[in-house]
């Protein structure tokens, strides 16, 4: 036996190779096998049989922003504990605030422009928005690239897909986030499996979570936003 590997979908592990046709591949040929960190999900479907994990062909067809930087949203800052019936796809979010993204409370500049401000002093907010997708979601590979202070579990169509900066198990509205973000910066990009999307609308619902509630209207509470791109 030269090398093994136990694997899986949650964690650090690159939920892109879940379903979705891509393969686990290491980032690097000389990389350890064990931590998750070193495995990310293959630049074309099926993998690369035989030869290097990636070329210089990387990805072919269109690249689509189904989500942009500056996308519209629903959210709700009203510091209610929303449980969990607000992520599903069937709520009724028709009371919530509406406005593109970034959302903040915050002085300090962002990785984006600073479109829509948030009740500040929550412990977390809630934000939902929806995208279509055109054709066979099998075909495609889609990524999430969140800006995100502090934390925020990410939800597609009702199904929790992702994590960031949050504990594990159960999360509720007073969950504080594992890591204090001083400022939102672009995140690294996150696969996130194909067979979570359905062909036409979807849903993808974020709720974001503070690791520090402040109290001083001048303090930065809260900035957050993503975008999710697709590659057919």
């Not at 028709?94 to 412990?123: C, I, M, Q, Y």
């Not at 001083?182 to 609308?201: K, Q, R, V, Y």
């Not at 974001?208 to 809260?222: C, Y």
């Amino acid at each position: 036996l030269m090398d093994s590997v136990s694997y899986g979908v949650d964690g650090e592990w690159p939920g892109g190779a879940d379903g979705s046709g891509m393969s686990l591949v290491k980032r690097h040929a000389n990389l350890a096998s064990g931590p998750a960190e070193n495995w990310t999900v293959s630049a074309q479907f099926g993998g690369t049989p035989g030869v290097g994990n990636f070329t210089s062909t990387v990805l072919t067809g269109a690249r689509n922003d189904v989500i942009g930087l500056a996308g519209s949203w629903r959210f709700h800052d009203g510091g209610a504990d929303l449980g969990t019936a607000w992520r599903a796809p069937g709520f009724d979010d028709s009371a919530w605030g509406s406005g593109p993204a970034l959302f903040f409370v915050e002085d300090a500049a962002l990785p984006g422009p600073k479109n829509t401000p948030l009740a500040p002093g929550r412990s977390t907010y809630y934000f939902r928005t929806t995208f279509n997708v055109a054709g066979d979601p099998a075909m495609k590979l889609f990524t999430l690239r969140p800006r995100v202070d502090d934390g925020a579990v990410i939800y597609l169509n009702g199904v929790e897909v992702q994590r960031v900066n949050m504990p594990t198990g159960l999360v509720t509205y007073a969950t504080a986030a594992s890591v204090t973000v001083p400022n939102a910066t672009s995140g690294a990009p996150i696969s996130l499996a194909s067979a979570n999307f359905l062909p036409g609308a979807n849903l993808l619902a974020v709720e974001l979570h503070q690791s520090v509630i402040a109290t001083n209207p001048g303090m930065r509470i809260i900035n957050s936003a993503g975008y999710v791109t697709t590659w057919d």
